[in-house]
């Protein structure tokens, strides 16, 4: 069974910092590229960073360059997201997802397999 499970959200002022974390199994890891996605209140679900299968190749969204970053460690079966500088319009709940498709890309339809989600609230 493939299973997903962010962890590390909570609650920070703005400016500080979080690292989530996205723990799989079920599949074989290295084989898959991983997202993490934000959805906010009332929102549509976005994605915010991209990673490849063995991390030759990472993005993150406009929304957040210069303070996300992903990365990930095939041996812990493990992708994390670094948040810096964080904004009270980054609250959000985050996912990580998984996905098959071998071209980078963040549109939340291409992938198949959701965690449950990570709650972060960025205070002003």
């Known amino acids: 069974e493939v299973q997903l499970v962010e962890s590390g959200g909570g609650l920070v002022q703005a400016g500080g910092s979080l690292r989530l974390s996205c723990a799989a199994s079920?599949?074989?890891?290295?084989?898959?590229?991983i997202g993490w996605f934000r959805q906010a209140p009332g929102k549509e679900r976005e994605g915010v960073a991209y990673?490849?299968?063995?991390?030759?190749?990472?993005y993150v969204a406009n929304s957040v360059k210069g303070r996300f970053t992903i990365s990930r460690d095939n041996a812990k079966n493990t992708v994390y997201l670094q948040m810096n500088s964080l904004k009270p319009e980054d609250t959000a709940v985050y996912y990580c997802?998984?996905?098959?498709?071998?071209?980078?890309?963040?549109?939340?339809?291409?992938?198949?397999?959701w965690g449950q989600g990570t709650q972060v609230t960025v205070s002003s």
């Open positions: 997802a998984t996905t098959a498709v071998t071209i980078a890309t963040m549109r939340p339809g291409l992938y198949d397999y």
């Open positions: 990673i490849s299968s063995r991390a030759w190749s990472a």
């Open positions: 079920g599949f074989t890891f290295d084989d898959y590229a």
